[in-house]
């Protein structure tokens, strides 16, 4: 079946612009994880969705980030002002329940000039 | 403050022989742990994961000891191949009730020599 896909793959914005990643989960999972990979870093959470809530969302680094998840199913990530600091791996990871093996999409390169 | 650790960046190793990537966390709360292997330009692939109930889980040439006392996990992979050559990412969920996130450690590049 299909995994997690992620869009676009990569990404080159200028700094100051508004940029929207997108994920689409393994159909039927139910629970939705945002992460972020910088530069020889591990990954590092940012928000959780329970179907279209967010319970959790205490890995968002600053106000410029959100994200919502509609349907059960796509979610869109959104940084407002982009800054460099902001230039990273965003991945985003599916499962079938809240505990457990996680399905991580391909990621979107985030790249912030 | 680094909730879970993988101090050696790299690891290079014969084909054939064992690779052991190691893993420390800091968090009692944490109760169930995961590795995960990640090619370049690929999002992480599940490897095998262990709860802290148990000590050791073997899934072929995979195993993963957990050692609760001292916070420490390992995955011995045995034995290696070329194409285990990779970044290992160690990590790490609180218990029940909680959201399910994971706490990832820094990750450790495997070479596999031929």
């Known amino acids: 079946g299909a995994g997690v896909s992620q869009s676009p793959s990569n990404k080159v914005t200028e700094k100051g612009k508004d940029v929207e990643l997108r994920c689409d989960p393994i159909s039927g999972h139910t629970a939705l994880y945002w992460y972020r990979q910088s530069l020889g870093q591990g990954l590092e959470f940012l928000i959780y969705?329970?179907?279209?809530?967010?319970?959790?969302k205490s890995g968002l680094p600053s106000d410029r980030f959100s994200a919502e998840r509609t349907g059960g199913s796509v979610s869109t990530l959104t940084i407002q002002r982009t800054q460099q600091e902001d230039s990273a791996v965003y991945l985003c990871?599916?499962?079938?329940?809240?505990?457990?093996?996680?399905?991580f999409g391909p990621g979107t390169r985030l790249t912030v000039l | 403050d680094q909730q879970v650790k993988q101090n050696s960046p790299s690891l290079s190793v014969q084909e054939g022989r064992i690779s052991i990537l190691n893993c420390d966390y800091t968090?009692?709360?944490?109760?169930?742990f995961l590795w995960y292997k990640k090619y370049p330009a690929e999002g992480p692939t599940f490897l095998i994961s262990i709860s802290s109930i148990k000590d050791k889980n073997e899934d072929g040439r995979f195993t993963v000891f957990l050692n609760k006392s001292a916070k420490h996990l390992s995955l011995h992979i045995v034995p290696s191949q070329p194409g285990d050559s990779a970044v290992y990412f160690c990590a790490a969920s609180e218990g029940s009730g909680n959201t399910g996130k994971l706490i990832f450690g820094q990750g450790t590049t495997l070479q596999v020599k031929p």
């Open positions: 990871a599916s499962s079938p329940q809240d505990r457990g093996e996680q399905f």
């Open positions: 968090n009692s709360m944490f109760d169930y």
């Open positions: 969705f329970q179907g279209n809530s967010a319970p959790d």
